[in-house]
């Protein structure tokens, strides 16, 4: 049998007396691009935090490919790239250099990696070209180039369509199965959109009020 890409079990979080995370399981199996869904307020950010060991869980445990996140951090958190909520490039700076920037941090980052990535989200021929002249979709692929830096397993998107108009949510969608079907990346796809899920998922887990209902 594998291992899941990832797996909750049981964690839950609170804030004060509000209950925004209670008692989430969840397995996402290996090859599945999986969905997980919810209206705002839901709790399904809170949920990723807390499995990429952001924010310490109430109570529970979350594992990446079997590694506990917290108390295997190191091994867990290197075979997960993530885009939680937007990230913030500096807009005077070109993608490239942005990413070039960041890879630096966590090391061992070519100038080969670099263009794969921007190869793989399709900014190839704009990654020279300053951020605050990017679109909110080309910024949100820049986001996921940067979450491949360090070549994940896994790949975690909190609502990477969000104010994206139809046309780069489709070329959103379209990068998302590509990164399955074309590069074998286990995907994790978060929104409150149904219909993101809906056309791009293989298996789909909804969360309201910090439960899940389906
Ligand atoms: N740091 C925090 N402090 C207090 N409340 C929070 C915090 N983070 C999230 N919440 C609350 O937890 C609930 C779930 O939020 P969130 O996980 O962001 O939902 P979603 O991502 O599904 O929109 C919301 O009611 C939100 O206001
Ligand atoms: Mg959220």
Redesign the pocket.
């Known amino acids: 049998m594998t291992v899941p890409a990832l797996e909750a079990e049981k964690i839950s979080k609170t804030f004060g007396d509000l209950h925004a995370v209670e008692d989430l399981s969840l397995s996402v199996n290996e090859g599945d691009i999986f969905g997980f869904i919810g209206p705002n307020g839901a709790g ?2 809170t949920s990723i935090r807390m499995m990429l060991g952001l924010i310490e869980p109430s109570a529970g445990s979350a594992r990446i490919f079997g590694k506990d996140i917290h108390r295997d951090f190191k091994n867990a958190i290197s075979a997960v790239g993530a885009l939680v909520e937007g990230p913030a490039f500096y807009p005077y700076m070109s993608g490239r250099r942005n990413l070039r920037l960041f890879g630096r941090l966590s090391g061992g980052v070519t100038e080969d990696r670099i263009n794969e990535v921007l190869q793989m989200v399709g900014l190839g021929r704009r990654g020279d070209h300053k951020v605050k002249g990017y679109s909110q979709g080309m910024r949100q692929r820049l986001g996921i180039a940067l979450a491949l830096l360090n070549r994940p397993r896994l790949l975690i998107l ?2 990477p369509t969000n104010g994206l108009d139809p046309g780069a949510r489709t070329r959103m969608l379209k990068l998302i199965k590509e990164m399955k079907d074309d590069h074998g990346m286990n995907v994790v796809l978060c929104s409150h959109l149904l219909r993101d899920v809906e056309e791009t998922c293989d298996e789909v887990v909804i969360l309201k009020d910090g439960v899940i209902v389906h």
């Open positions: 399904k950010t909190d609502e």
